[in-house]
């Protein structure tokens, strides 16, 4: 079974910042589209930001301008840097790999931004 593992929840105060990691093992890593989505209590799962191997990057439109997906290839891990954190960005956010027609889920990470 495939593992991605997140890390880098936490509680922020509005304004803050957090960085959150996933790591991959490197055979799904090196040609996987890497992601992450977000699910807050009572709401769909919402797409954030998605970086592809040839480099192009999409970001959610809730997200544009706040957020910056990226990945370091030698670690095998994408990062999410999320800046200017509002309370509605409060959710378990999942890390995603998609990797030709598969796709494979990280556990999840718990974000909550409160004053």
């Known amino acids: 079974q495939v593992q991605l593992v997140e890390s880098g929840g936490g509680l922020v105060q509005p304004g803050g910042s957090l960085r959150l990691s996933c790591a991959a093992p490197?055979?799904?890593?090196?040609?996987?589209?890497m992601g992450w989505y977000r699910q807050a209590p009572g709401e769909q799962r919402e797409f954030v930001a998605r970086s592809f191997t040839g480099g192009s990057i999409w970001y959610g439109d809730s997200v544009k301008g706040r957020f910056t997906i990226s990945r370091d290839n030698a670690k095998n891990t994408v990062y999410l840097q999320m800046n200017v954190l509002k309370p509605e960005d409060t959710a378990v956010y999942y890390c995603n790999a998609q990797q030709g027609g598969e796709i494979y889920w990280g556990q999840g990470t718990q974000v909550t931004v409160s004053s």
């Open positions: 490197a055979n799904i890593f090196s040609d996987s589209a």
